[in-house]
Each structure stands twice: as C-alpha cells, then as structure tokens.
C-alpha cells in the first residue's frame, strides 16, 4: 500500500496580544460609532504622553541651563577671580 506525503504542517503566527488569526471571518461587528478599540493608539492618551514628554523637555533643558551656569560661576570663583558674576546693565542706563 503506498503512503501518502505528509503535509507539511505550519503553526499560524501570533501577534502581540495573543490572539491567533484564523483566517475565518468573526461574528464581531465593527463599532458603529465609529471609536476605537480600548487597546488601540487613538483618543487622548498620546496627546498626554506627548505633553509629558514635552513638560520633561522643558524641565530638562531648564536645569541644563542652570547647572551650565553655575558651574561657569565656580570655575571662575575657584581661579581667584572676584568679578565672575555678569553685571547687569540695564539697571546702569537709568
């Protein structure tokens, strides 16, 4: 008795989330008004992420600027110097 060839068997891949794509349609109807999945990258949350991201920016920069400038003004300091700090002249055209 001959044998049939075995067919090579391929397991489906999976996405992040777990969930196995068949390939047959599902009884799941798309959202009629329109929103988005609980789980989808949509709405409000990357306007928030984004504004974070900004804030920490901003606050980063900020303290790079100080620091910068601190450490200026003690390595003036620590040379000897007495005149390190800037001197402000708008108050002088007075």
Do not use: H
């Amino acid at each position: 008795m001959p044998q049939e060839p075995r067919k090579k068997r391929t397991r489906p891949i999976v996405p992040y989330g777990g969930q196995v794509d068949t390939g047959e349609s599902s009884d799941k109807a798309p959202p009629a008004s329109g929103k988005a999945e609980p789980g989808s990258s949509t709405g409000p949350r990357p306007a928030v992420l984004l504004l974070v991201f900004l804030v920490l920016a901003a606050m980063g920069w900020f303290l790079i600027q100080n620091l910068t400038r601190a450490s200026k003004d003690q390595d003036c300091m620590m040379a000897g110097r007495k005149n390190c700090a800037p001197i402000d002249t708008a108050s002088l055209r007075k």
